[in-house]
């Protein structure tokens, strides 16, 4: 389940991708519910607002990948975005 972070630069109204989607695979428990944390590293000196979109190769039915739709991260931090997944 790649996830890619898009960074909108309302200054400059450029959109870019922020770093290369991680690739994540795990094998999880049937019928109970995990988080899966990712950390996204803000390398700039001003506060960043990442948009998240989620891709997934194959559609499962049965399992629901939820996450917050923008992840904001301070200068010079890094911050969790943690993804909801349920099989």
Not at 45 to 70: C, N
Request: hydrophobic share 35%; glycine share 2%; aromatic share 6%.
């Amino acid at each position: 389940m790649p996830l890619t972070c898009n960074n909108t630069c309302t200054r400059a109204h450029t959109h870019h991708t922020c770093f290369d989607p991680p690739q994540v695979d795990r094998q999880i428990v049937a019928k109970q519910a995990h988080v899966e944390v990712l950390r996204v590293q803000n390398w700039i000196s001003s506060p960043q607002r990442f948009a998240v979109s989620i891709e997934r190769k194959r559609a499962d039915k049965a399992t629901t990948l939820q996450g917050p739709t923008y992840l904001d991260v301070p200068a010079l931090s890094a911050k969790d975005y943690k993804l909801n997944v349920y099989r």
